[in-house]
């Protein structure tokens, strides 16, 4: 894929980069012989690079192979932005080619750099094409996507798509919940996992637009009792008048439980951890409002003003949650 294509996919996303710089720019062997002379290695000539690089298992050849591009490159990159850290994010299948890289930086006296580089792999995915053929670009699978939400609204006049008027949101809109369909598609598998896209399959299980509805479901529910909020503080001890029902106290340790599940995303850099948690979190909180659905009925303030609490907890869980995956969840979707 060309750079202009690169740049148009993360445009989607809202990326945008300060600087591009390429492994290809670095091809001039003499530019990596004075790299590897800069560190300490007593090479004269090309020729006493090429003998050493020989040693390792596949050989490099100085400047024309693309390894050797990218330990220059990685010099660079770190001279130039004095890095606390070089992140490579590419398919798994790379990681033993990453770690021979660390090597050779190691070997040629670039121990420090070599330290800092972190390889974050992730599995392919696997099976997904369109109907307008095999060649894919992010732009072509979401058409792809807001073609087949707008064929499920017209086959099932009762599926969510049907009953939100998706045929009335705007194109942005649509293609922003189209987005959002197929990136939670791809994280119901753990990231070093490759991924066999079925578009039916996803489509029936469509966890991301499940959570879209929790969310708004959830804001719709405490809008009703807006107006019963107390001021007051409420104490640990003062839930224990609904706690004890299984359902409510299930939904509040899942809430709890929170924090560390986010931590261990973040650290693992991995959306199936947060997707997994959310939708364990949606199906607690739909299974009090089905079963206590008159609670925000209740008169006595303070037991109705724990509760919201707890909703209010759960909702500010599933909005952060959703936003790390990248999805800004809609209050009326």
């Given at each position: 894929?060309?750079?202009v294509?690169?740049r148009?996919q ?6 945008n980069?300060?600087?591009?710089e ?5 091809s ?5 012989l ?6 300490g290695?007593?090479?004269a ?6 003998l ?12 024309k192979n693309?390894?050797s591009?990218?330990?220059a ?6 001279q130039l932005?004095s890095?606390?850290?070089l992140?490579?994010i590419?398919?798994i299948?790379q ?8 090597s050779?930086?190691d ?19 696997e ?5 307008a053929?095999t060649g894919?670009s992010?732009?072509?699978v ?6 087949l939400?707008a064929e499920m609204m017209?086959k ?14 705007d194109?942005?809109?649509k293609?922003k919940?189209?987005?959002?369909f197929v990136?939670a598609?791809v994280?119901?598998?753990k990231r070093?996992?490759?991924l066999?896209?079925?578009w ?8 991301g ?7 708004s ?8 009792v ?5 001021e007051?503080s ?11 029902e ?11 439980a929170?924090?560390k599940?986010?931590?261990k995303a973040i ?5 199936f951890?947060?997707l997994?948690?959310?939708l364990?979190l949606g199906q ?5 409002i089905?079963k206590?659905?008159k609670?925000i009925?209740?008169?006595?303030r ?8 707890l909703?209010?907890c ?10 790390l995956?990248g999805?800004?969840?809609?209050d009326?979707?």
């Open positions: 894929m060309s750079e294509n690169y148009k993360y445009e989607l996303f809202g990326v980069f300060h600087h591009w390429r492994e290809s720019d670095v001039d062997a003499s530019s990596i004075k790299l590897l002379q800069n560190a290695n007593n090479f000539k090309d020729e006493d690079v090429q050493e690089l020989k040693k390792f298992n596949p050989s490099w050849a100085l400047g693309k390894n591009r990218k330990k490159s990685k010099v660079q990159f770190h932005y890095a606390d850290s992140c490579y590419t398919d299948s990681k033993d080619h990453f770690h021979k890289l660390c050779a930086l070997y040629f006296g670039y121990t420090d750099i070599a330290a800092k580089i972190e390889f974050v792999g992730f599995g392919k995915l099976g997904m094409s369109t109907r053929g894919l992010l732009e072509s979401i058409d792809e996507a807001v073609e939400q017209e099932h006049g009762k599926t969510t798509y049907a009953r939100h008027n998706f045929d009335q949101l194109g942005i809109t293609k919940h189209a987005a959002w990136a598609s994280f119901s598998s070093q996992k490759d066999k896209f079925n039916q399959l996803h489509l029936k299980n469509d966890n637009m499940y959570l879209q509805r929790i969310y479901k959830i804001k719709n529910l405490l809008s009703k807006e107006s019963s909020r107390l007051e409420v104490d640990d001890a003062d839930f224990s008048s609904f706690i004890y299984s359902h409510w106290n299930e939904l509040l340790q899942q809430s709890a929170y924090s599940a986010r931590q650290d693992e850099l991995d959306g951890i947060l997994q948690f959310g364990r607690l909180a739909h299974k009090v089905f206590d659905e609670w009925l209740i008169e006595d303070k037991s109705l003003h724990e509760r919201i609490m909703f209010d759960v909702l500010m869980i599933v909005e952060d949650l959703l936003k995956l999805y800004q969840p809609s009326q979707f």
